[in-house]
């Protein structure tokens, strides 16, 4: 008599294969975050002292951990400035209306400080890329 045994392992194998196979990877990369960043500069007066002021407009910037942040910045000032963001190793030096594109991939959770790391702070605002954690 003929067996339905082999028949019947490839029927079972295969309908646990349908069951626990991994699905697909998942296809899309990590989104990326793009901000535009210009360095503005104007005349201030910072304890009665008439000095200028540069800051990044916008100063600050949000993503989720994981994400790709990309900042692509233009130095606005008529000096070179600096954009740094110690955290991810980041300090770029922009010369007069120069622009740069700046990624940091698989950013971590935190909340970090975007400076300029060629001036004092008195004449620059600060801003902070701030990433949320995943819940
Ligand atoms: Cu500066």
Redesign the pocket.
Known sequence: MRTRLPRVLAAVALALSLVFLPGPAPSSPAPVRRYQIT?KFWKATVAGVSTIA?TNLPADAFAYEGETVEFVVRNE?P????FAIDAFGIKEVLQPKQAKTVRVRNVRAGAYTIY?H??PMS??YTGTLLVAPRR
């Open positions: 360095m540069v000032s000096i070179p400035e600096g300029c060629l001036h004449v620059h």
